[in-house]
């Protein structure tokens, strides 16, 4: 159980082009989900929170206007990486926190997508 | 900002050794503990996890030990197998967390190597 699906893993595109990352919950409803950025041999840092029907809590130092984050349903969230250019290349990740649980549960993560920009 | 932390960055071990990563945090707040082993291109897969009110919690091949007077975690894989070979990272967070979100501050990671 708690299965998170990402998609696409990988997206290779020029710059100047916004991509869309989508995050679903395959088996449980997330009121939460949480999108991180990894570089290569680093560990993983929080963008944001993705709150389900409100707003995203960006991390200091993250443009909300560079990454939308839309949490329409209790199961998918979207990141999109607006004129996306080489220094935003990177590996993203989501995940999910089942719903109604206490704090004390872990996240649940996607198999990542591999952003490069040309 | 506080921030939780490794011992070791690379860790190499005969298979059939165990392994011990280790992790220290800094956060007097953070009840709750997670270790994530991530294999390359994959996102982190959850192990095992501890809450404070524990020291010790087994799962299968693994152990997690917590010790919060030096705020210290530790990870032990008994009978290492190539498949453990990944990066590990130990994650921490308030199960009371004011804003309610839960959010989890990551360690730096630890490299596990095994040796066929």
């Known amino acids: 159980g708690a299965v998170v699906s990402q998609h696409p893993s990988r997206v290779i595109c020029k710059s100047g082009t916004s991509v869309k990352i989508e995050c ?5 409803q997330a009121t939460t989900m949480f999108w991180y950025r990894q ?11 993705s709150n389900e029907g409100s707003k995203a809590t960006y991390e200091q130092g993250v443009e909300k206007d560079k990454f939308l984050i839309n949490h329409a ?3 998918l969230s979207t990141l999109t990486v607006t004129s996306a250019h080489p220094e935003d290349s990177s590996f993203y990740i989501c995940s999910a926190r089942v719903l109604g649980t206490s704090g004390g549960q872990p996240q649940h993560f996607g198999d990542g997508t591999r952003l490069s920009i040309l | 900002g506080e921030s939780v932390g490794l011992h070791l960055p690379t860790l190499s071990v005969q298979e059939g050794d165990n392994s011990i990563i280790n992790c220290a945090y800094s956060n007097s707040a953070s009840d709750y503990f997670i270790w ?4 390359s291109g994959k996102g982190p897969q959850f192990i095992i996890d501890i809450r404070s009110n524990m020291d010790k919690r087994q799962g299968q091949r693994v152990t997690v030990l917590l010790n919060k007077t030096v705020k210290h975690l530790s990870l032990q894989i008994a009978a290492t197998q190539p498949g453990d070979s990944a990066v590990y990272f130990c994650a921490e967070t308030s199960s009371y967390s004011g804003a309610g979100s839960y959010q989890l501050t990551f360690g730096k990671g630890t490299k596990l190597s095994v040796i066929p």
């Open chain 1, 24 to 28: 679903r919950s395959l088996d449980f």
């Open chain 1, 39 to 49: 570089f290569p041999k680093k560990s993983l840092m929080l963008m944001a929170t």
């Open chain 1, 73 to 75: 349903s209790l199961t």
């Open chain 2, 36 to 39: 994530y082993k991530q294999e």
